[in-house]
């Protein structure tokens, strides 16, 4: 019997060691070579940081927190001609072309109580430009 507590203890001493052992010089094994990192600093890669892009348009009808009676409205508004506009509200999205006179014009339905309606317009590049209204339908005579 006293032959394994022997034997338990010299094993558990070389385990103990060989975790110390590991503790202490783990972090130089695992350390980094940085003499092989290099930059190469001849020739810079150009980085354009807050570009603008070229997107814009404008929302025309309906104005920003308006109040309609009808159950419907339609979102009009001028962008560059031949992009993309994307339409989406809490029930529906719509994808059209913008006319080559850069109008647009989407109809959609109005459910009971604020609306927001999104509008994104993307160009040939892949540009965006999102603007997002809020259109409150109430049924009641106002």
Excluded: H, W
């Excluded at 890669?45 to 570009?51: D, E, F, K, L, S």
């Excluded at 308006?66 to 339409?87: D, N, P, R, Y």
């Excluded at 109809?107 to 509008?119: P, Y």
């Amino acid at each position: 019997m006293k032959r394994d507590i022997v034997i338990a203890m010299l094993i558990g001493f070389v385990g103990g060691v060989i975790v110390a052992v590991g503790i202490i010089n783990g972090p130089a094994l695992f350390k980094r070579n940085s003499t092989n990192l290099s930059l190469d600093k001849t020739n810079p890669v150009p980085v354009t940081v807050g570009a603008q892009n070229s997107v814009n348009f404008s929302i025309d009808s309906p104005p920003d927190n308006s109040i309609q009676a009808e159950k419907s409205t339609t979102v009009k508004g001028k962008a560059e001609a031949k992009t993309t506009m994307v339409v989406d509200t809490d029930s529906d999205s719509f994808i059209s072309d913008v006319s080559g006179d850069g109008t647009f014009g989407q109809t959609v339905a109005l459910s009971e109580g604020a609306n927001r309606i999104q509008v994104t317009n993307y160009n040939a590049k892949g540009d965006s430009e999102t603007k997002t209204i809020t259109v409150f339908y109430t049924p009641e005579k106002l």
